[in-house]
DNA sequence: GTCTATATGGCGATAGAC
DNA sequence: GTCTATCGCCATATAGAC
């Protein structure tokens, strides 16, 4: 641990928010995490806002540029969702509390979120272009990838925000059980969605 | 309105805490949308905490129960899938927040939602227990009905849960468009959950 | 039962010594 | 830069008058 006070402060804060939210978290709980006085937050971060709003951008935006390259890669429409899925997937698995995360805040306060899609090279819109455009051009389904995007990602990140209540009722607990059920998805999903691209 | 005093504070709380969560609301704030003096929440109800579990085990299994009449009636597994999504999305759009809410909940404080199956009468296992059988019995698809009923509910849910983000990044923020999408959903489920479950 | 006033504690933030 | 001590505020909760 040779990083400085400011990327130990960070990391903290990473974990403990990511954990609780900006709400449920405790400045004193992250000093706590990074070994160090709460004090010491205050004097490289000024304010909890602050720091949340530097931690948020950074999850945000990684969180979705990991996707980025996929969807532009050379493939056809179709091999990019069946890819797109796999990422996705690798990626909610490595990281199973930032789709949780991320929908807490942006109901929390969708302002942050507004400022923060301006700043990052995020395009959203070009990505539905893209769909649009294959689905014009081949024997894709006609169906509004809007639907087709939300849907994937509902059946994926559903699984892992709904985890204490799911894991409970159908699998009396057991984590091990639990976890293979989230393994089993990555078939089960694109399965249905290969059955519903193919117009 | 001639409710009674605790009748009164009972809904102002399940509004606000609809709205806010359990940290995110202030007695102050249910106090004022019911209309009177702070004090009197402690009086019926002693302690916010208390307050909040009445509330939630109103909500949660008043939203459970609503499906469970579907579930049991004397049509075919593949009707009564059809018919759930149906009532669900109803259900939902009447209750937008409920969704929300109870993901919330349940990753903030596993335990009161373990408390409140073992109160209440759900009994989420008989249900898989009537997929399970029927699925065996007819030309329906082997798959685990867990992975059917989970992904009928991530792409229900989803769209509600993360609209703040999606209602920016696909539809400019417009709310009336934003609703359309989300009733061109109820014929898009079905639709695939039909797909999927014809073996 | 309902109110005003206040106790109690926790949290974000700052002052100031070192 | 890092610490201790403390301020100021706000939220839950209670005491006590009416």
């Known amino acids: 641990m040779d990083s400085t006070t400011e990327e130990k402060i960070y990391e903290a804060a990473r974990r403990i928010f990511l954990l609780k939210g900006m709400e449920g978290a405790r400045m004193q709980e ?21 720091l949340f709003k530097a931690v948020f951008k ?10 980025k390259d996929t969807i532009f890669s050379d493939i056809s429409a179709k091999e990019k969702l069946i ?17 949780q995360f991320i929908i807490n805040e942006i109901n929390r306060d969708p302002k942050v979120l507004k400022t923060l899609m301006f700043e990052s090279g995020i395009e959203p819109q070009k990505i539905l272009e893209m769909f649009f455009n294959e689905a014009q051009a081949s024997n894709l389904s006609k169906l509004d990838p809007r639907h087709i995007i939300v849907s994937i990602l509902g059946m994926l990140i559903f699984p892992f925000v709904a985890r204490p209540l799911l894991q409970m009722i159908y699998f009396n607990d057991n984590q091990e059980a639990y976890t293979e059920f989230l393994n089993e998805r990555k078939e089960i999903v694109k399965n249905m969605i290969l059955k519903l691209i193919e117009a």
Chains 1, 2 share one sequence.
Do not use: C, W
Not at 30 to 50: C, P, Q, T, V
């Open 83 to 99: 890819v797109f899925i796999d990422n996705y997937i690798n990626l909610i698995q490595a990281n199973p509390y930032v789709p």
């Open 30 to 50: 992250i000093a706590d995490e990074a070994g160090m006085n709460k004090a010491l937050l205050h004097y490289y971060f000024r304010s909890k806002e602050n």
């Open 58 to 67: 950074d999850i945000f935006t990684k969180f979705f540029s990991k996707v």
